[in-house]
């Protein structure tokens, strides 16, 4: 019987050793290409950010790929507005400090400097819907183009609090979670393909002292609230930004829940109804003009920020195709705009 | 406001051809001999066994019960009786009167015969095409992983079927996904096949007597999938002695038991298997973390099935499969801080089954007609739950802190049908039934619950429950015109409701054979199918979690056609077979997750599956199958191989552009041998190639700029009513952001689009060696195997790794990123342990 002992002992330990890694699998060789990344503003200055990209395998640092002597012009209506130059921008400046013996100290400085291209030249204001285009050429990565509408504000058309639309979800020992529906009517723009987001302020008041107060839907980092994609309820749970291809120049209504602090790990030192009162939500809309490949992207990552950590997020989604808008490159030259609106708690 | 909807695609001779060709034949005076044929020992049914009379060179075959019938002339008759092992029967008489005849057939010892193969009726002489059946016997003596007989990885080396990763038992027919394989066991859909990951699938050979798969050319009484169907049966005991079969292996123990309950009445056979790694791994784990965590994995199988003859007319069976999977993970952590002491527990649990039942009645109206009738139920469960609990003592105080994550996913269903075989005369077999069948849809509910002394919140996560009903009825006449021509022309009609949403699928279909000699026949074949249920499944993810979802109104139903057309040869002397087969086939209506989706995000677990997946999307797949087999002598076999091309295209996948499914596989080729050396031992070796699977990979990225939605500074954008973002001036943070990691915010590129990345070709050996013996007790078997004889590291997953390649003159390591592949199997040996009583 021991022959058979050292039989199974020998097929278990090569069995344990069954998961085997190979490196080095041959790759295909990737030719950079420039890629010009700026958001636009109404009113602002225009810049933009000129980088190349590289290969999957490739060891990069931020600074390594920006492109610095590229030439970059930015027209508007066959006319060139400005030619575009590098400029330097100190990012961030960390000093460490390492005792390394007792007394003697080791000073250094770790330093992160980026930049992006300005005008040379003094150029007005950027208008909503003003139709721009940047030039941009390299001698080793080519020419590349791109053209972006400039975002208008928002058009908010109405903001109310949906009447009885406060969803409470019970718990046990008494303990409730409670959301609330806001109607936000948007006369979306038709000549430009956009998507929404929004957050929310919520202001209150404390009863001791009635000293005025706010605080902030969920977590700072994440915009989104729950959003519906009509006004009848229906939730769909899609979370995130959300595009306007399905009323693209049209007044909509977006539906949007807000989630009430005061329990469950939010804000929960106002979970005492009594303490305090709201008395008005400051609803933040934000508009950016992109493709829907970008679109598609920037929800995956805000989804992707939302549940760090959590098991789910392990599991890889779908392989997003990112559609840029630059032409013989790569990148995004959006726009962007928002505005605020108060809505006074009944 | 109700509903319906015609989906009709039949050919418009279909009807009249069945109808002209169901009356046009004018009977003389014929008298029909029926009845069923049997295995003398043990009384088990043969399955597609042939009887022939040799005067008129008219024949048949017994159907999946047994049964026969054959209406002949008024004469006399010179019977033969054959299966393949078993000895042939010679009966002749005059026929002048309906007769009944049931005959048992001798099974022969491997010494009396060099057939292997149980399959009589040669491929050139079936009308049917793109069929594979493989006899478990067979089965049993290719070498395995682990030793672990597999019925589905032996289907895997049969052209036009494909295996999915590395050692998985996933079917993948011509192009199809594998939620397009239509899994009966003893007439019951199985959703889900696999064990352990997909390793192993749930079948026990033990336990089955016959496979059979379709892989087009679809006969009518079969439907609801768009690829293939695979119909298993299990043995249905031994009327006439107990006896039993068992094997101990690497991981796994089987024990077969079957017997009369009433000898020549009613018999039972029950048939159990269970793995051991978890005997192992949880001793194992707990020593190797100092008694901290423990994990255990196993799974079990058990089929049971009891036959009852209640008459020469009727006859009543009931079987009955369960199996799960089921991973459980333990650790415990303590810690003694001066006067604070913690303890933490953590358990995880995932568990997967299927139930499955099935009330069969069998009834014979008359010499002609044959039915049956058949009540099943079946369901599929995916279970995962984690929970954990810390306490913080100290002197004065004890602070808890639990929560609790409970995950379900569930598909059930109910099922009625009635199937008629009607043999009016050896011309025309005509199969004829109703069926309607219930489904439950849940897919998914989540229960997240959390506690401590001051709180507690319990959420349960319902996705909607959906009850759908599929009904509908078909006929199909097997039909002979001549002695060379033979069709089965078919048609199908299918209801489907859900909700107050009901649509009609009418398919057509036909497979025709040609013989151009004794020995040579062309065929073809069309087919129409659909299909009103979806799978969403993530590329790349190795677990049980793909949800089942009914097809709605916002994602409606897939359907497909496929046409073939090939030569089928009988070569020196009927001892190999040779078949060529090209195939066309359409798919409409299939879904996949929208990017950037998955099973967690975007809804799945929130009630909106539909809002996840893109609908509408298309496939393509074509191909070339070969196949040269060896049935007869010491040695048997075959090679197959596959030409194929497999595509998909969605609306807003890859900007409208088709792309390679994900397991198109350019070539496909399989090599399975055995050798009888002698009575006593027995060889086996497979080798099999196959073109690199298709893998979405990132090529190349670029730097972007961080989302102006995301900046912490605009999300308290803090502006006062009214004011705009171009008021409050221009702020934005050039900071670029390269990493193209997931989540890391730079862009990953695609260059060579969705699945346009060819991992490397996959090839394996296997070899087996058998040696049998007979005992006082029986016989027993050892069984020595090696699953990749050559060590071949196939990939299994490619993903990106940095490692240290060097050191600077700081003696900071230097990285550099590698693109790696994990193999999970080098070489493997196994030993098993058979035996019967």
Known sequence: MNSYKIIFCFLWISLSLSCTRDLDIPFPEHQPLLTLNTFLVEGGTPFLQVSRSFGALETITDSSIIVKDAVVELWKDGVKLSNFQYKDTLQSDTVYIEEITPGQFEYYVEETRTGVYLPTSDIEPLAAFDLVEFQASHPAYGNASAEVTITPEPEILGVELVKDSIITRDFDDGYQDKWTALKVQVNDPGEIANYYNFSAVINYWQDFGQQQGTDTLRWPQIVATEIVREADGVVYGENGPISDQEFDGQAHTIVVYLRLPGCCGYAEDLAQEDEFTYYSVDVNTFMLDASYGIFQQKRELQRYNRTEGIEGALIPTEPVSVVGNVEGGYGLIGSFNGNTRRVWVP | MKHTNWK?????????????????????????????????????????????????????????????????????????????????????????????????????????????????????????????????????????????????????????????????????????????????????????????????SVFNADALSSVQLYKGGFPARYGERLSSILDIRMKEGNLNKFEGEGSIGLISAKLSIQGPIQKGKTAFILSGRRTYIDLLSRPLSRAATDGEGSVGYFFYDLNGKINHIISDKDRLYFSFYMGDDKFGGKSTYEDDLGGESYDEEFNIGLGWGNRLAALRWNHLWSDQLFSNLTATFTRYQLRTDADGKSVTRTSDSTFTDEFALDYRSQIRDFGLKLDFDFYPSPNHEIKFGAFSTNHRFEPSTVGISSRTQETRQDTTLTSKIDYTWESGVYLEDNLKIGRRFSANLGIRATHYQINDQSSWAIQARTAARYQLTDDVSLKGSYSQMTQFIHLLTNNGVGLPIDLWVPATERVPSQDSWQVAGGVSASLWKDRYEFSLEGYYKEMNGLITFKEGNNFFFGGATEGTWEETVETGGTGESYGLELLLQKKQGKTTGWLGYTLSWNWRQFDNIELGRRFPYKYDRRHDIS????????????????????????????????????????????????????????????????????????????????ENGRNGFRMQAYHRMDLGIEFTKAKKWGQRTWALGVYNAYSRLNPYVYYFENNIESFDASGNPVFKKNLTKLALFPIIPSISYRFKF
């Open chain 2, 8 to 200: 009709v695609s039949v050919f418009p001779t279909q009807i009249l051809l069945l109808s002209f060709f169901f009356i046009s034949e004018l009977q003389a005076q014929k008298f029909t001999i029926s009845g069923y044929l049997t295995d003398a020992a043990n009384g088990e049914k043969l399955l597609n066994a042939a009887v022939f009379d040799a005067k008129t060179e008219q024949g048949t075959l017994t159907n999946l019960y047994g049964f026969y019938s054959l209406t002949l002339p008024a004469d006399s008759v010179d019977l033969v009786f054959s299966y393949g092992g078993f000895s042939t029967q010679n009966i002749r008489f005059v026929l002048d009167r309906d007769t009944t005849l049931s005959v048992s057939l001798d099974y022969l010892a491997l010494d009396e015969v060099e057939i292997i193969a149980e399959e009589v009726e040669r491929k050139v002489d079936q009308t049917q095409m793109s069929t594979v059946e493989i006899p478990i016997e067979q089965i049993k003596r290719l070498p395995a992983l682990l030793g672990e007989v597999d019925v589905i990885k032996a289907l895997q080396y049969m052209p036009g079927v494909q295996s999915g990763n590395e050692g998985s038992s996933g079917l993948y027919v011509r192009g199809g996904g594998p939620d397009q394989n239509l899994i009966l066991l003893d007439g019951v859909p199985l959703y889900y096949v696999s064990h352990l990951g997909g390793f192993f």
């Open chain 2, 671 to 750: 090599l399975v041998v055995s050798h009888r050396l002698n009575d006593r031992i027995s060889l086996a070796g497979t080798w099999v190639f196959g073109t690199g699977n298709a893998i979405t990979l990132p090529t190349a990225g670029y730097g972007a700029l961080e989302d102006p939605l995301i900046p912490d500074s605009f999300n308290f954008f803090g502006g006062r009513e009214g004011q705009s973002f171009a008021s409050r001036g221009n702020s934005f943070a050039y900071q670029l952001l390269t990493d193209i990691s997931y989540g890391g915010g730079g862009v990953e590129l695609f």
